[in-house]
């Protein structure tokens, strides 16, 4: 009985137990429904009467022959349950812990205790139902980190589908949880005496009042499908490929304050500023707003390259190096020592989340919140999970070609400014300041 028994499971599926029809039997099964009017009524079968040759026979031969072809092919329920599509084995997040092992912190791109809190904090914005908060997090993190969505669904026994689910919602719970949002307040004056502190602590800088540094990045992506309802030349950038122009400011800590990703790969830096809320403010400042005039009346800027355009607000270099002047080259030299700042952080920013290694392939109208979501979980790294170590990076070399898809996006303006003819009190005061104090360039002597 017991030998019968083990039979029986072995030829059957091993999910389901369920044996498989012998091909004898079913050709029997199939040679009978074949000739079931015949055996069923032989007088009427052999000589049917008109209105049965015409209806009834050509639908019974019909259904008769697929019947027939299901029982050979081996389809439908009597297929081999082998040769049925598996479905995946849903797992524990304990379980997925142990397959990954010690690898588990480079494979979440931060430590446990990180991901602890992340799973803590975002848990009150997930939904409650399939999986829990930490294989939610888990499936979206390893995403992120550059994991392919095949392999993501083979570890964590999910389909595909399950996997995209908890993705876009852990993406939606990053977004929405107030704890991990950008904060760039403006109008108010400890926040910019301390924000400036930071800047001028950071490489003892001569400048105080710098509060920010502004750049743009062009975020590369698959070609845009019709169905988007987007102008491919649009997005279609200079550089030889699709892309987002997403601009970002951030503090002396390298945390992101701002960011936007509104405007299309082929838009200069200048325009994709001017196109967003707070760019509005910062390059047409408004008498009727206060944070604004008070910036303004205290001296305070945020640090940006040539790209855009000279202003109370934005303190530029100045254009053809200061054009032999020895302060104007002081000036370019610590301004953009404290420019650099938001170059390190985009740097981070890719050197942590491998999805940025290749083009984003998820749907069009998706990507601008991906995007903001690892901006955010970067800011979250920094100030959980930093402690004076370098993040982890790609191995090998997977993580070179991430100098193509974050690209610089400030071409030079085609309208033929004349930047050597913009005028900026700020920044003339600026390089006052070096006079003053006397501070050249570093280790030029002999240039001037």
């Given at each position: 009985?017991?030998?019968?028994?083990?039979?029986?499971?072995?030829?059957?599926?091993?999910?389901?137990?369920?044996?498989?029809?012998?091909?004898?039997?079913?050709?029997?099964?199939?040679?009978?429904?074949?000739?079931?009017?015949?055996?069923?009524?032989?007088?009427?079968?052999?000589?049917?009467?008109?209105?049965?040759?015409?209806?009834?026979?050509?639908?019974?031969?019909?259904?008769?022959?697929?019947?027939?072809?299901?029982?050979?092919?081996?389809?439908?329920?009597?297929?081999?349950?082998?040769?049925?599509?598996?479905?995946?084995?849903?797992?524990?997040?304990?379980?997925?812990?142990?397959?990954?092992?010690?690898?588990?912190?480079?494979?979440?791109?931060?430590?446990?205790?990180?991901?602890?809190?992340?799973?803590?904090?975002?848990?009150?914005?997930?939904?409650?139902?399939?999986?829990?908060?930490?294989?939610?997090?888990?499936?979206?993190?390893?995403?992120?980190?550059?994991?392919?969505?095949?392999?993501?669904?083979?570890?964590?026994?999910?389909?595909?589908?399950?996997?995209?689910?908890?993705?876009?919602?852990?993406?939606?719970?990053?977004?929405?949880?107030?704890?991990?949002?950008?904060?760039?307040?403006?109008?108010?004056?400890?926040?910019?005496?301390?924000?400036?502190?930071?800047?001028?602590?950071?490489?003892?800088?001569p400048f105080d009042n710098i509060i920010g540094a502004l750049h743009g990045i062009a975020v590369k992506q698959e070609q845009p499908s019709v169905s988007s309802g987007q102008c491919l030349a649009d997005h279609y950038s200079r550089k030889g490929f699709y892309a987002l122009n997403t601009q970002a400011i951030c503090n002396a800590s390298y945390e992101f304050t701002w960011m936007s990703?509104?405007?299309?790969?082929?838009?200069?830096?200048?325009?994709?500023?001017?196109?967003?809320?707070?760019?509005?403010?910062?390059?047409?400042?408004?008498?009727?707003?206060?944070?604004?005039?008070?910036?303004?009346?205290?001296?305070?800027?945020?640090?940006?390259?040539?790209?855009?355009?000279?202003?109370?607000?934005?303190?530029?270099?100045?254009?053809?190096?200061?054009?032999?002047?020895?302060?104007?080259?002081?000036?370019?030299?610590?301004?953009?020592?404290?420019?650099?700042?938001?170059?390190?952080?985009?740097?981070?920013?890719?050197?942590?989340?491998?999805?940025?290694?290749?083009?984003?392939?998820?749907?069009?109208?998706?990507?601008?919140?991906?995007?903001?979501?690892?901006?955010?979980?970067?800011?979250?790294?920094?100030?959980?999970?930093?402690?004076?170590?370098?993040?982890?990076?790609?191995?090998?070399g997977d993580g070179d070609a991430a100098g193509i898809y974050f690209s610089e996006n400030d071409a030079p303006d085609r309208r033929g400014r004349r930047r050597d003819r913009e005028r900026s009190d700020l920044r003339v005061r600026m390089t006052a300041r070096m006079e003053t104090l006397g501070l050249r360039r570093p280790y030029t002597p002999a240039m001037y």
């Amino acid at each position: 009985m017991a030998q019968a028994r083990s039979t029986s499971r072995r030829s059957g599926s091993p999910a389901t137990g369920i044996n498989t029809p012998p091909l004898f039997v079913l050709s029997c099964f199939a040679l009978c429904v074949r000739n079931l009017p015949t055996i069923l009524c032989p007088s009427t079968a052999s000589r049917p009467p008109v209105m049965e040759t015409a209806s009834f026979y050509p639908a019974w031969t019909s259904l008769s022959d697929s019947i027939v072809a299901v029982c050979t092919l081996r389809r439908g329920i009597f297929a081999s349950p082998a040769g049925r599509r598996a479905v995946p084995r849903l797992m524990g997040f304990a379980d997925v812990r142990e397959r990954y092992g010690a690898m588990f912190p480079r494979a979440m791109r931060m430590s446990e205790s990180a991901f602890d809190t992340l799973v803590d904090t975002l848990r009150p914005h997930l939904p409650t139902h399939a999986y829990s908060p930490a294989m939610k997090t888990a499936m979206a993190l390893r995403y992120m980190g550059g994991g392919s969505y095949i392999d993501i669904a083979a570890v964590f026994g999910c389909s595909v589908a399950s996997f995209y689910n908890s993705l876009w919602s852990v993406v939606d719970a990053i977004n929405a949880v107030p704890a991990l949002k950008f904060s760039l307040p403006l109008g108010d004056p400890i926040w910019r005496m301390h924000t400036a502190a930071g800047f001028q602590a950071r490489g003892e800088g001569p400048f105080d009042n710098i509060i920010g540094a502004l750049h743009g990045i062009a975020v590369k992506q698959e070609q845009p499908s019709v169905s988007s309802g987007q102008c491919l030349a649009d997005h279609y950038s200079r550089k030889g490929f699709y892309a987002l122009n997403t601009q970002a400011i951030c503090n002396a800590s390298y945390e992101f304050t701002w960011m936007s990703c509104t405007s299309p790969g082929s838009v200069h830096d200048a325009s994709a500023f001017a196109n967003t809320k707070l760019g509005r403010r910062l390059m047409f400042p408004s008498v009727g707003d206060r944070a604004i005039m008070e910036m303004i009346a205290d001296g305070y800027c945020i640090a940006a390259d040539e790209a855009y355009g000279a202003s109370e607000l934005l303190a530029t270099p100045w254009p053809g190096g200061g054009g032999g002047d020895v302060w104007r080259d002081s000036y370019n030299f610590h301004q953009s020592s404290s420019r650099i700042h938001i170059e390190q952080a985009f740097g981070m920013l890719v050197w942590r989340w491998g999805v940025f290694w290749r083009p984003l392939r998820v749907p069009f109208c998706k990507r601008p919140s991906l995007i903001r979501a690892c901006f955010k979980l970067h800011n979250f790294c920094r100030r959980v999970d930093c402690d004076g170590e370098p993040a982890p990076g790609p191995y090998g070399g997977d993580g070179d070609a991430a100098g193509i898809y974050f690209s610089e996006n400030d071409a030079p303006d085609r309208r033929g400014r004349r930047r050597d003819r913009e005028r900026s009190d700020l920044r003339v005061r600026m390089t006052a300041r070096m006079e003053t104090l006397g501070l050249r360039r570093p280790y030029t002597p002999a240039m001037y």
